[in-house]
């Protein structure tokens, strides 16, 4: 089975801010090293899975330079090719149809039997749009393949378990080719050590194939960005501790202070305090706090 | 003459098959050993020779546990000096007036009693006492090599007293006094069963010949397939141990050949390498799978078998060793080889299970290295992605953020902002001191790892000491990641760290955390790193010495004191902290498991960031419950940010807050002083 899987690089955690974001999506740097998507991980577990041990699949990735991080995650989890398409006009961004227009342009001159891609929200039009470009049977949010069923030429085909909404699953029947999407988490996805990261990245130079995207001249331009918001800053609380927390964290969560904890960045004069002096102070440290928050009034 | 011609045809065929046995069994087991990786174990010859002699002659670690001990050193004590009962008899086959003198046959006599009590102590600790160490271990094995020995000194006894009767009637000799005291008590009784005839007693004496010389041999050739090749190995074992701190995890230049492989440099070769197959291990790790005396010592003492997880680490040198064997007979060697040892021979659950705290290496009568292979196991494990959620996402965390709690590494001095002290800036000024804080200290968000981060910021500060951070230039240390088996990200931090020590101007580090002290102290110089490292008690200590820190009151409370794996056992830090307690009055009560048997409290290794699916008791709550048994002790004193999590967490899931408190040993000095703590939220 010939496996393709489609991936691309986000920014890493420590530089995920507003400002960081804004630049990301308007200027579409190349100077960032970025990291890989969560969902992809997941379709590149799913890839793996698929392709078997020892079948080898190919990854492929869109952008500028920071995608190549997402190709070096691909090495290191198995990929035997590594495929790099990009733009000259850099259209590959904003438009969903762009893009999967250019992906199954690409598929479509070779004999993939299945394509996997991340879809972070499960709903994203991508995957969709290359089945439809491609005229493939399209089967989102996966959550694993049981069996394969005999292959002849005749009937080939995978038995796939969705993972739907409320808890329900579905197992569906997908003759090749197939599209297929999955979401962060779905497919618990093998942790990659820094050496096989490495080992990747030293193979990565003379491994990646690099594809030069024509422009479409189809007389319909692609979506063009105009403008960027960022979400209003808000509080989070957590009523309950983290389910993936051990028992001792979660006990202490539950009796202690931290129950209702602020997720925002603390500001230097409103993080955590212990007051000591005597009941008379203490009180009047509770009053004073109270009123702050608007629990009393001033009065 | 016929009589002992017999018998030397005897000797002589039974010692061709059985020693040629004992060849046949014994090769495949050096030929492991001999293709398997190399490490130079050769440094400091002459302490290595005097203490093998401590170990093997005077049983120094058997002794800890006394009744073991005892039993064990009855026996091989008796076992050294029967050999001279072996030469008598050998040499009496050849020349019967052949004597080793009236002084030595008594003592042979002496210590055939002694090797008899020692049977007797072994079968009551095994039939009566039973103890749960034992579980697990091949109980057969075991009760057949006391019955071979108590074959060899009985017909020690009875050759023995047999001789006499033949002396003058068989072999023409005038009887003379040999000093075998035990002869004199049988002659008699085989007298009177009528067993003094010379026919009877040439009968005799070649029953008990057949049984000293001839399980002698049998026993030489059962041992390779017997838990007791200790006897073989177990000296050199205790030889060829590793040398200096414990807590080294890294090899020594010294200790590595040049492996030649391409581009990579020896030292890392050796580290780097996961256990993926036996391959993989070092001789000195085969040498430790056939030395396991399965005496389940490390298993009694192993944190995470008393929790009921299922890691035993007696079962995983066993587990391995009967995966070797298998491997080494050929017959199932294709089935054998196609398993890979982390995750079929020892499954993933039993190697995550370790915390690393090296309890099992330090109980070890003959050092085998249990953490290293573990490691090197979880390594494969890594290597091949096998980790679970939380772990992968918290070593996900450490490549990402350069924390295990995925903050970003700017908010990692925000601690500083509870104490008015300044510390300075090693980004931009130098100081004398860098405090290298660590990943629990500055993040978590427990409040006793808040009070004591404050203390010992307040007592730096009031001591004066010039002490800057290194802000967010400072990761972790990775002392957890090495032992989760990911080296490459473990030298992605140091080299990340040491970079930024470099340019940071600064002479010694102070941290607050015994991992990140102990992955500075040992692992870092590995790696290029020459600076001193202090643990903040030896800090503090030394500050009382000079009278910088003073205490002005006595605290006269009543506490017990938890050695930190990392400080105690791997690094021999045992007195500073209870140093400093005792200067401010504490009355220390010492747990049943302290000093280098301390018992883990749960989270070293990698383990604070896994789950604890299938855990009976957590060693953190049983190690509470130790200390409540302590008459009169209210608190229980830490000097670990870890440590501090987990016992405050197992004192609230046990409803004991009243009865117990856990403190850090800076608190104590803190409130011994008089000094406020310095806090700008009060203002």
């Known amino acids: 089975m010939k496996v393709l899987v489609c991936v691309r690089s986000d920014l890493p955690a420590p530089m995920a801010r507003v400002d960081n974001i804004q630049r990301l999506m308007e200027e579409w740097s190349a100077e960032w090293a970025g990291v890989l998507e969560p969902s992809c991980r997941s379709a590149l577990q799913l890839a793996k899975d698929l392709s078997g041990p020892s079948g080898g699949f190919t990854a492929l990735s869109y952008g500028r330079g920071e995608c190549r991080a997402a190709l070096e995650v691909a090495r290191a989890y198995g990929a035997v090719d590594a495929v790099h398409l990009q733009s000259a006009e850099g259209s590959?961004?904003?438009?969903?149809?762009?893009?999967?227009?250019?992906?199954?342009?690409?598929?479509?001159?070779?004999?993939?039997?299945?394509?996997?891609?991340?879809?972070?929200?499960?709903?994203?039009?991508?995957?969709?749009?290359?089945?439809?470009?491609?005229?493939?049977?399209?089967?989102t949010r996966v959550d694993g393949f049981k069996k394969f069923l005999p292959q002849d030429d005749s009937f080939r085909a995978i038995e796939l378990t969705q993972r739907l909404d409320a808890g329900w699953k579905r197992q569906v029947l997908?003759?090749?080719?197939?599209?297929?999407?999955?979401?962060?988490?779905?497919?618990?996805?093998?942790?990659?050590?820094?050496?096989?990261?490495?080992?990747?990245?030293?193979?990565?130079?003379?491994?990646?194939?690099?594809?030069?995207?024509?422009?479409?001249?189809?007389?319909?331009?692609?979506?063009?960005?105009?403008?960027?918001?960022?979400?209003?800053?808000?509080?989070?609380?957590?009523?309950?501790?983290?389910?993936?927390?051990?028992?001792?964290?979660?006990?202490?969560?539950?009796?202690?202070?931290?129950?209702?904890?602020?997720?925002?960045?603390?500001k230097e004069d409103e993080g955590p305090r212990v007051v000591e002096g005597s009941a008379v102070e203490l009180a009047e440290e509770l009053l004073r706090f109270l009123r702050k928050k608007e629990f009393l009034s001033n009065s | 003459m016929a009589l002992r011609i017999v018998l030397a045809l005897f000797t002589l065929v039974l010692a061709i098959t059985m020693l040629g046995l004992l060849i046949v069994r014994m090769r495949p087991i050096l030929r492991a050993m001999a293709s398997a990786r190399q490490v130079v174990r050769w440094d400091q010859p002459l302490y290595r020779i005097r203490s093998t002699a401590a170990q093997v002659f005077g049983h120094k670690r058997l002794l800890r546990q006394r009744l073991s001990g005892i039993l064990h050193l009855f026996i091989f004590s008796g076992f050294?000096?029967?050999?001279?009962d072996i030469i008598e008899t050998i040499g009496q086959l050849v020349y019967p007036e052949f004597s080793i003198g009236p002084v030595l046959g008594f003592l042979v006599d002496c210590f055939v009693l002694l090797v008899l009590a020692g049977v007797v102590l072994a079968l009551y600790q095994r039939k009566v006492l039973h103890p749960k160490r034992f579980e697990g271990s091949d109980e057969k094995d075991g009760e057949l090599i006391l019955g071979m020995i108590t074959l060899i000194v009985v017909g020690i006894a009875i050759h023995n007293s047999f001789f006499r009767l033949l002396e003058h009637p068989v072999f023409g000799m005038t009887t003379s006094a040999d000093g075998h005291f035990l002869s004199y008590l049988l002659d008699p009784l085989w007298v009177r069963l009528g067993w003094g005839t010379p026919m009877a007693a040439s009968i005799g004496y070649s029953v008990g010949y057949a049984l000293d010389i001839g399980t002698i041999l049998w026993f030489l050739a059962y041992l390779p397939t017997s838990k007791h090749l200790h006897v073989f190995f177990g000296a050199p074992a205790v030889f060829f141990r590793k040398l200096g701190t414990p807590g080294r995890f890294l090899p020594t230049a010294t200790e590595v050949h040049s492996s030649g492989d391409s581009g990579i440099s020896a030292t890392r070769d050796m580290t780097v390498q996961p256990i993926q197959s036996f391959a993989d291990m070092t001789w000195r790790d085969v040498l430790d799978l056939f030395t396991c005396t399965e005496c389940g010592r490390c298993q009694d003492v192993c944190p995470a078998h008393q929790a009921g997880q299922p890691l035993s680490p007696k079962m995983l040198i066993l587990d391995l060793r009967d995966a070797l064997v298998q491997q080494t007979r050929g017959v199932e060697s294709s089935v054998v080889r196609s398993l890979s040892l982390a995750g079929d021979v020892i499954s993933a659950e039993t190697l995550w299970s370790c915390t690393t705290c090296g309890a099992c290496q330090e109980a070890c009568p003959v050092f085998i290295e249990h953490v290293p292979k573990i490691v090197g196991l979880r390594a494969a494990l890594v290597e091949r992605g096998e980790v679970e959620e939380r772990p992968q996402e918290v070593l996900e965390h450490w490549g990402e953020e350069r924390n295990a709690y995925g903050k970003m590494p700017e908010t990692?001095?925000?601690?500083?902002?509870?104490?008015?002290?300044?510390?300075?800036?090693?980004?931009?000024?130098?100081?004398?001191?860098?405090?290298?804080?660590?990943?629990?200290?500055?993040?978590?968000?427990?409040?006793?790892?808040?009070?004591?981060?404050?203390?010992?910021?307040?007592?730096?500060?009031?001591?004066?000491?010039?002490?800057?951070?290194?802000?967010?230039?400072?990761?972790?240390?990775?002392?957890?990641?090495?032992?989760?088996?990911?080296?490459?990200?473990?030298?992605?931090?140091?080299?990340?760290n040491m970079r930024a020590m470099e340019r940071a101007q600064f002479e010694r580090v102070?941290?607050?955390?015994?991992?990140?002290?102990?992955?500075?102290?040992?692992?870092?110089?590995?790696?290029?790193?020459?600076?001193?490292i202090y643990h903040y008690s030896q800090v503090l200590q030394q500050l009382m010495t000079e009278g910088k820190v003073a205490p002005t009151h006595s605290l006269g409370i009543r506490a017990t004191f938890h050695d930190p794996c990392y400080l105690g056992r791997w690094n021999q830090v045992f007195e500073a902290p209870r140093d400093i307690l005792r200067r401010c009055g504490v009355d220390i009560v010492e747990m049943p498991r302290s000093f280098a048997n301390s018992f883990c409290c749960g989270a070293g290794g990698g383990r604070m960031w896994m789950n604890e699916a299938g855990m009976k008791e957590r060693p953190s709550e049983a190690r509470i419950r130790e200390a409540l048994e302590l008459p009169g002790v209210t608190h229980f004193v830490v000097s670990c940010p870890k440590d501090m999590v987990m016992y405050s967490a197992a004192v609230t899931a046990l409803g004991c807050q009243d009865r117990l408190s856990v403190v850090d040993v800076g608190e104590l000095v803190l409130e011994s002083t008089g000094w406020q703590f310095a806090r700008t939220s009060a203002s």
Not at chain 1, 105 to 130: H, I, K, Q, T, Y
Not at chain 1, 181 to 204: D, M, N, T, W
Not at chain 2, 512 to 524: E, G, Q, V, W
Request: aromatic content about 8%; glycine content about 8%; some cysteine.
């Open chain 1, 92 to 139: 590959l961004r904003h438009d969903g149809n762009t893009i999967a227009r250019a992906l199954a342009a690409w598929v479509g001159e070779r004999s993939f039997d299945v394509v996997v891609c991340g879809n972070s929200s499960g709903v994203g039009p991508v995957p969709a749009l290359v089945a439809g470009h491609l005229g493939w049977p399209v089967v």
């Open chain 2, 510 to 532: 102070l941290t607050s955390d015994p991992h990140s002290f102990n992955a500075l102290r040992n692992d870092y110089p590995q790696l290029g790193f020459k600076k001193p």
């Open chain 2, 412 to 496: 990692r001095p925000a601690w500083r902002n509870r104490v008015t002290y300044h510390f300075k800036d090693l980004r931009r000024e130098s100081a004398e001191w860098l405090w290298f804080v660590g990943d629990v200290a500055s993040f978590d968000n427990d409040l006793g790892v808040a009070r004591s981060v404050d203390a010992i910021a307040t007592l730096l500060g009031g001591a004066g000491l010039d002490v800057g951070l290194l802000y967010d230039w400072e990761g972790s240390s990775g002392n957890d990641v090495l032992r989760m088996g990911e080296y490459g990200l473990f030298e992605q931090l140091a080299t990340e």
């Open chain 2, 80 to 84: 050294v000096v029967l050999l001279l």
């Open chain 1, 174 to 266: 997908a003759r090749y080719p197939v599209v297929l999407s999955v979401q962060s988490g779905f497919i618990p996805p093998q942790y990659v050590s820094v050496r096989r990261r490495k080992e990747a990245v030293h193979g990565l130079a003379s491994n990646v194939t690099e594809c030069e995207l024509p422009v479409w001249t189809d007389g319909h331009a692609p979506a063009v960005l105009q403008a960027l918001t960022p979400p209003k800053p808000r509080t989070k609380r957590t009523a309950v501790p983290d389910a993936k927390s051990s028992a001792a964290d979660r006990l202490k969560s539950l009796m202690g202070p931290a129950a209702t904890k602020k997720v925002e960045k603390p």
